[in-house]
C-alpha cells in the first residue's frame, strides 16, 4: 500500500445457495508495515467472477489491477483477460470488455512495469477445453490511457 502496509487479495467462493454463483475476491490489509498481521477487509473486491487478481500498481488515488474470467464458463466462453481501477484499492471498477482473443482462454496474469501506465503481461494460454493442462506462457504489453 501506499503508507507500507500490506494487502493480500484472494478469489473466494460465494456460501451455497448465494444469488451470486460466481467467484468474488476479497482481500486482508496488514495492521503494521511489518505485514505479518492482517485484519479481513470488509466486503468483496470484485464480484462476478472475476479471480486471478493482480495489483499492477498501488498510488494514491490511483490502483490498477488485471485479472481473467473464471474458468466455470469454459468452453461457451473462454477465460478473458480484465482490468480494473481503484482509487483505494478496496472498492475496484472493473472495465468488462475482455483483452484477450477469444480462440483461446487466458489466465493468471502477472506484469511488472515497463514505463508510465505501461506493463508488461505475463499469462497462461490454454484451449477452450474443460480441464485442459496444455498450458503455454505468452506476454503483451497492456497500455492504459
Known amino acids: 500500500l501506499p503508507d507500507g502496509r500490506v494487502r493480500l487479495y484472494w478469489v473466494q467462493d460465494p456460501p451455497a445457495g448465494d444469488?451470486?454463483?460466481?467467484?468474488?475476491?476479497?482481500?486482508?490489509t496488514s495492521t503494521d508495515t511489518g505485514g505479518t498481521s492482517f485484519t479481513m477487509d470488509q466486503g468483496q473486491r470484485t464480484t462476478g467472477g472475476y479471480v486471478d487478481f493482480e495489483v499492477l500498481q498501488a498510488k494514491p488515488n490511483d490502483w490498477i489491477a488485471v485479472m481473467s474470467s473464471t474458468p466455470e464458463t469454459v468452453p461457451d466462453e473462454p477465460?478473458?483477460?480484465?482490468?480494473?481501477?481503484s482509487e483505494d484499492g478496496l472498492r475496484w471498477d472493473v472495465n468488462p470488455e475482455n483483452l484477450a482473443p477469444t480462440s483461446m482462454s487466458y489466465l493468471d496474469p502477472t506484469g511488472v512495469s515497463i514505463g508510465h501506465n505501461q506493463w508488461k503481461l505475463v499469462l497462461a494460454e490454454s484451449s477452450n477445453i474443460p480441464g485442459a493442462t496444455d498450458y503455454n506462457l505468452v506476454e503483451t504489453t497492456l497500455n492504459i490511457i
Do not use: P, Y
Open 19 to 28: 444469488s451470486e454463483h460466481r467467484e468474488w475476491v476479497v482481500s486482508a
Open 79 to 85: 477465460q478473458g483477460i480484465f482490468v480494473a481501477t
